[in-house]
Antibody
Framework: QVQLQESGPGLVKPSGTLSLTCAVS?????????WSWVRQPPGKGLEWIAE???????NYNPSLESRVTISVDKSKNQFSLNLNSVTAADTAVYYC???????????WGQGTLVTVSS | DIQMTQSPTSVSASVGDRVTITCRASRGISTWLAWYQQKSGKAPKLLIY???SLQSGVPSRFSGSKSGTDFTLTISGLQPEDFATYFCQQTNSFPWTFGQGTKVEVK
């Protein structure tokens, strides 16, 4: 059973870069082909950020595309998110998730809170 | 972007009640609609995919339906563990988008 675990700094300074990694365990990244990042500001709804295919093909949310890079490292069974030029508006719980073949995300990581503050 | 308009924003209900939550897509999304349950401090949990298919391990009191661009999540016989926030999501067109959420609260 595939499990996901996010890791990365919990505090990032304004104008800095948010960098997170999602470790995939319990299965090969090639078994679930698309891997996503989703975020949720405190007390608010969910926003899809980006996804990457196990081969490296990616798709981005246009609202964030100019600041986001998603990458995959199959040798380490992990994928990563970089978000640059962050502001307080980027403060959120960041989740990684797997996209199932029939639509919907499952499983999800437990989420990691990233706060943007000086 | 496809807008997912979810209603109501919140609903007060009692154990045993039937609860219905609706999501309306701003344009056609076929059956590329998923429903999630989220409890406080936890990640969302997939309940329904492909508009009407029950995810493995999810109780059968949860069901999904579709009528045009309107999608409905029904909880038949609300249980104490069902008090949570529910979200819909479309994966028909990029960017994937979510509804605003519906909080099911104790009446």
């Amino acid at each position: 059973q595939v499990q996901l675990q996010e890791s990365g700094p919990g505090l990032v300074k304004p104008s800095g870069t948010l960098s997170l990694t999602c470790a995939v365990s319990g299965g090969s990244m090639s078994s679930i082909k698309w891997w996503s990042w989703v975020r949720q500001p405190p007390g608010k709804g969910l926003e899809w950020i980006a996804e990457i295919y196990h081969s490296g093909t990616s798709n981005y949310n246009p609202s964030l595309e100019s600041r986001v890079t998603i990458s995959v490292d199959k040798s380490k069974n992990q994928f990563s998110l970089n978000l640059n030029s962050v502001t307080a508006a980027d403060t959120a719980v960041y989740y990684c998730a797997a996209y199932t073949p029939f639509g919907g995300f499952d499983p999800w990581g437990q989420g990691t809170l990233v706060t943007v503050s000086s | 972007d496809i807008q997912m308009t979810q209603s109501p924003t919140s609903v007060s209900a009692s154990v045993g009640d039937r609860v219905t939550i609706t999501c309306r897509a701003s344009r056609g999304i076929s059956t590329w609609l998923a429903w999630y349950q989220q409890k406080s401090g936890k990640a969302p949990k997939l309940l329904i995919y492909d508009a009407t298919s029950l995810q493995s391990g999810v109780p059968s009191r949860f069901s999904g339906s579709k009528s045009g661009t309107d999608f409905t999540l029904t909880i038949s016989g609300l249980q104490p563990e069902d008090f949570a926030t529910y979200f819909c999501q479309q994966t028909n067109s990029f960017p994937w988008t979510f509804g605003q959420g519906t909080k099911v609260e104790v009446k």
